[in-house]
């Protein structure tokens, strides 16, 4: 019998389950489910950086998307579904009790922000990141040096520190805290105690300081020193990691019931979804993977051979954050997507708030001409900035309107629109918008090769990728590479479901799972030659703008 495995991709908005062929890769069926809480906008305020998920979001995500794509199958596929496999956002903490349950899942905490999920991109902890940084340029050892030597308010302590300062009573309830991936198969697998809960080694090794020769987390005298608040927490934490084809146990008889599964299910131990993402599109050794969607985190894998070579500013580097038994590497932009989409709400204000509310038409009317406006304002945009010149009049924007992740983040950052005139229309300004990001990518792929990383080709995966050709052109012009893309809508939750697959013993290891279910290319986009030159001479002006930019931010 065919045996298939779930992937389950947790993105900033929704939760994907695909179900998969484990021998073929065929995708069977797929559903999604977005969050409703998050959706209405609750318990975030996006002028202070404040960006929580409640945990009822991710189980209804759980319930409704497994049980509709095996609603899609006959029962002789479900019962053939021999494993799931998680990836999630991250870093993207929370606290928990000793069972291991989220505070917000208990009834003092429900309503409280600082007892939920703090996502990736809340960078309320800016001024922890800045203390995290200073401590470790004075310590014995630099704990951030595998995390390319800056730490970054997206990531666990800086969150963890400043939620506790913030907060007394979740301080004081917190017995530990827990990442996103970690927690889903901790939930699945119907775990009671945080304590024997199986870490990321992606997670732990990216955002958490970790590294094998540390012995694990940085020392309690650490924390200690960066706030005493944090005395004792260390030892309540973890200090094994595991790699995603380790299996975190099996379907627990809950929620083999609640799901219409067996129990004979295995969960595998997540990661978080650009590191999968990679494996779903079969990164190859030296190729950047740039999963392109509301942010970007571009992965790259190397072999463990020599001496470990440590690159500056970048997300860390980790054996085994991709595919166990090689070195991981991650970087990214904080804005990728959310550019287009804070644009797009920009121009579109008069449409809601004057055609909504218009008196010339019945509601409902007024409501469809709204939604038909809002769904064509993005690709009417890119067709008329595909004609306007390359570097447009003069507009020219930074991409840093949540901050700079890569290279060296810098949180405090703020996106930037200048060279306007009165002649500036909106598809100049968006196409001023596209290429700063596509900027933003080069300068990630420059401080690779900088620091001795040879980039031999790019891969590129996600909405981004799948929707856009003006922008994928755009990326490889300014980048001068060609970049293939990959043919699954879904490459994250394929590549959770090859890790469940390896987890569960269908494949001897990640690799030959890979070539079995990973997905093959569909697109690929060369550079121009002309245009990759004219690029060039716009990205200096780029570059120009950046230094001064940054130098007016520390002034301040």
């Known amino acids: 019998m065919e045996k298939y495995t779930i992937g389950m991709d947790f993105g900033s908005d929704s939760v994907r389950a695909l179900l998969v062929n484990a021998k073929t890769g065929e995708e069977l069926a797929t559903s999604v489910h977005y969050y409703q809480r998050w959706k209405k906008g609750l318990y975030c305020e996006p002028s202070k950086n404040q960006f929580r998920q409640h945990p009822l979001d991710y189980i209804e995500g759980i319930d409704n998307t497994i049980r509709d794509v095996i609603s899609q199958v006959e029962q ?14 991250g870093s993207t903490p929370a606290a928990v009790d000793k069972t291991g349950t989220p505070l917000a899942l208990l009834p003092e905490f429900e309503e409280n922000p600082n007892a939920m999920f703090v996502l990736w991109k ?60 970690d927690w889903v198969p901790f939930l699945l697998t119907g775990g ?19 590294h094998e020769s540390f012995g694990g987390l940085p020392p309690n005298d650490f924390f200690k020193a960066l706030d005493p608040i944090l005395d004792g927490l260390r030892d309540r934490l973890f200090t094994e990691t595991f790699t995603s084809d380790v299996p975190a146990g099996k379907l627990s008889p809950e929620w083999a019931e609640k799901l219409g599964l067996s129990t004979n299910v295995t969960v595998a131990v997540g990661a978080f979804d650009a590191h999968m993402g990679a494996v779903g599109a079969k990164i190859e050794p030296y190729h950047l993977t740039k999963i392109m969607g509301t942010s970007t985190c571009d992965i790259l894998v190397a072999p463990m051979e020599g001496e470990e070579k440590l690159v500056k500013g970048i997300c860390g580097q980790v054996d085994g954050s991709v595919i166990p038994g090689m070195l991981g590497l991650e970087a990214g932009q904080s804005a990728f997507g959310d550019l287009y989409a804070w644009y797009e709400r920009l121009v579109a204000w008069p449409i809601k708030e004057i055609i909504s509310h ?80 596509c900027f ?52 994250c939750a394929l590549g959770a479901s090859i890790f469940g697959a390896v987890a569960a013993g269908l494949y001897e290891d990640t690799h030959q799972a890979m070539e079995h279910i990973g997905s093959p290319f569909d697109a690929e ?5 002309a245009d990759a030159a004219s690029y060039k001479k716009v990205y200096k002006r780029y570059n120009a703008l950046c230094e001064t930019m940054e130098a007016h931010t520390m002034n301040q």
């Open 76 to 89: 002789e596929v479900v019962d053939n579904i021999v494993a799931i496999g998680v990836d999630t956002t």
């Open 122 to 181: 809340d960078h309320t902890g800016i001024k922890e990141a800045d203390e995290i940084n200073e401590l470790c340029g004075r310590w014995d050892i630099d704990y951030s040096k595998f995390e390319g030597g800056i730490y970054s308010s997206e990531w666990y302590w800086s969150k963890i520190l400043h939620v506790s300062r913030q907060d007394e009573a979740v301080r004081k309830a917190a017995y530990s805290w827990v990442e996103h991936c």
């Open 192 to 210: 009671s105690d945080v304590s024997q809960m199986k870490r990321s080694r992606c997670a732990a090794g990216h955002k958490a300081l970790w």
């Open 358 to 437: 218009t008196a010339l038409v019945e509601q409902a009317t007024a409501d469809a001409i709204v939604a038909e406006t809002m769904a064509k304002i993005i690709p009417k945009l890119s067709e008329a900035a595909s004609k306007e010149p390359i570097g447009a009049s003069g507009e020219l924007a930074l991409d840093w309107m949540n901050g700079r992740r890569t290279p060296d983040a810098n949180q405090s950052l703020k996106g930037v629109l200048g060279g306007l005139n009165l002649g500036s229309t909106s598809p100049k300004v968006f196409r001023a918008l596209v290429e700063a990001s």
């Open 440 to 491: 933003g990518a080069k300068k990630i792929v420059d401080r690779f090769l900088e620091e001795g990383i040879p980039i031999k080709g790019i891969i590129a995966l996600g909405g981004v990728a799948k929707k856009s050709k003006f922008i994928m052109q755009m990326m490889a012009d300014v980048l001068n590479m060609p970049i293939r893309v990959s043919k699954s809508e879904q490459t």
């Open 525 to 529: 986009y060369h550079p121009n030659k």
